[in-house]
């Protein structure tokens, strides 16, 4: 039976978790960097839902169980920081959101809240639908003469510009290119920290050290420009950068300083695009590789829309597009792994998690977890209908994270994904091009390693 109780020194009747000794730090984490994915599987596979790694003076925990997830994230989440590991983000997304703790994290949290409050999102989604057509309308050309195209790299733009506009109220599409080239670069480099030892010390002129320190200024020069608009147009306005910039501090009075405002723009325009561009392009694959749900789901944006952009209103009816969605964010969820660090000692099914450890959860293999999920590696929406949903724990799913640090955008995307794959379902069939093999890695996302060509194909009934 899994424990929640916490404990400040481990009682002698706590087992250590089954798993592997490393001989040094370098062992292990050359093991892990290697192919993170199939080591954190490997793992599972070896020792079971809760697997100790020794190298000293390391200690990290895997935890694989829906209920271990649901403790570390949920039930006992103080006691579980985001810590040092999160903390190779921070030279990319400076102190935002996603790597704030404590009090300040709280306060930013509660001051964005409401710009993702239900009723705002909803006015979102003509935004959403513009946006989509748009670049659908510049697929036609490609579709004639049937060249493919990079749709990471759609996909990519389509969701920076629904962002942009919903958020901070500006259109970024003039600065699509630069921008997804610099986030790429910058995403390259902390996926490598994150795998290093030892952190970079950017001020070394070393040449990754200096291609980051030029995608950052990129971002920076983008965000910044953002900001600096807005300052002087003389109003805040009513979107996410607006309601950043009016907030007042309850003490002091004072607002964000630029950097303040930067770095939390910056994490929502990383969380706020990357992370749907990539669930609407892993959707887009696997219905070309499963032709038969692509056609079912086609079927039913027809019956559903009859030829009209969806709206707001149409989304429930959308029923299998959106259990398409849900098995993506299953099959590939964007964020794979999870990462915290204790304060003081915990228990876990029995076992002892020591104080200033390392634990990981991660969605891609809990996802996969056979004892709540039949054949897993099978793309099936079936899974997601009510009652197949409600018979599995709830941290067998959670593509968002959960408990207090659940995505404050998961609505948002969630809706634009729906909108624009409905969109991209009833303009067009696309196809993977002849020859091409996509495969997977993490760059803090879980993305294509290569460009995903694939082919657009325009319906003759639309």
């Known amino acids: 039976m899994h424990s929640t109780a916490q404990i400040e020194s481990p009682a002698h009747t706590l087992r250590r978790a089954p798993g592997k000794r490393y001989p040094t730090p370098f062992h292990f984490f050359y093991a892990a960097r290697r192919d993170p994915l199939a080591f954190l599987r490997w793992a599972a596979g070896e020792y079971g839902d809760v697997v100790r790694l020794d190298a000293w003076p390391f200690v990290v925990h895997l935890l694989y169980h829906p209920n271990h997830v649901k403790h570390v994230l949920q039930e006992n989440n103080r006691n579980y920081w985001k810590g040092n590991l999160i903390g190779r983000v921070k030279p990319l997304i400076g102190d935002g959101l996603f790597t704030s703790e ?5 306060r930013q949290r509660r001051l964005a809240q409401p710009a993702f409050h239900r009723q705002r999102i909803e006015a979102f989604a003509t935004i959403m639908s513009d946006a989509g057509a748009q670049m659908l309308d510049g697929w036609e050309s490609a579709a004639a003469d049937g060249t493919p195209i990079d749709l990471m790299e759609h996909m990519s733009r389509v969701t920076l510009r629904v962002v942009g506009q919903a958020l901070f109220g500006v259109d970024l599409i003039g600065e699509a290119a630069g921008v997804g080239r610099a986030m790429l670069a910058a995403l390259q480099f902390v996926s490598e920290e994150a795998f290093s030892i ?22 920076d020069r983008v965000v910044l420009g953002i900001i600096e608009q807005r300052r002087q147009s003389g109003t805040t306005g009513d979107d996410l950068l607006g309601m950043l910039m009016a907030a007042r501090d309850e003490t002091t009075g004072e607002g964000m300083s630029d950097r303040q405002l930067r770095d939390e723009v910056m994490t929502f325009v990383l969380a706020g695009h990357e992370t749907t561009a990539v669930t609407l392009a892993w959707a887009c694959l696997l219905l070309a590789q499963h032709p038969e ?10 019956t559903v829309l009859a ?21 993506t964010l299953r099959l590939y969820p964007p964020v794979a792994v999870i990462a915290r ?48 949903s409600a018979a599995r724990p709830g941290f067998a799913y959670f ?7 659940l995505c404050i955008g998961n609505e948002f995307a969630l809706m634009e994904a729906q909108i624009l794959l409905a969109m991209i379902l009833q303009r067009s069939r696309v196809e993977v091009a002849p020859g091409h093999n996509v495969q997977h890695e993490i760059r803090v996302t879980l993305r294509p390693r290569q460009p ?11």
Not at 102 to 106: C, I, L, N, P, V
Not at 198 to 204: G, N, Q, R, T
Not at 349 to 359: E, L, Q, R, T
Request: overall charge positive.
């Open 399 to 405: 593509p968002f994270s959960g408990g207090p640090r």
């Open 293 to 302: 749900v692509g056609e079912q789901v086609r079927h039913e944006v027809a």
């Open 198 to 219: 030892f952190p970079s010390v950017l001020l070394i002129p070393a040449p990754r050290n200096l291609r980051f320190r030029r995608a950052r200024a990129r971002l």
């Open 307 to 327: 030829g009209r952009t969806p709206m707001l209103a149409d989304l429930p009816r959308l029923e299998l597009t959106r259990r398409v969605i849900d098995e």
């Open 341 to 388: 660090e204790t304060f003081a000692a915990d228990e876990i099914d029995g076992y002892v998690i020591p104080a200033k450890s390392g634990v990981m959860v991660s969605p891609y293999v809990t996802h996969r977890h056979p004892a709540f999920w039949r054949d897993p590696e099978r793309f099936d929406p079936e899974r997601f209908t009510p009652e197949q």
């Open 452 to 462: 995903m060509l694939m082919v657009p194909h325009r319906l003759q009934c639309a």
């Open 102 to 106: 404590g009090d300040f994290w709280r």
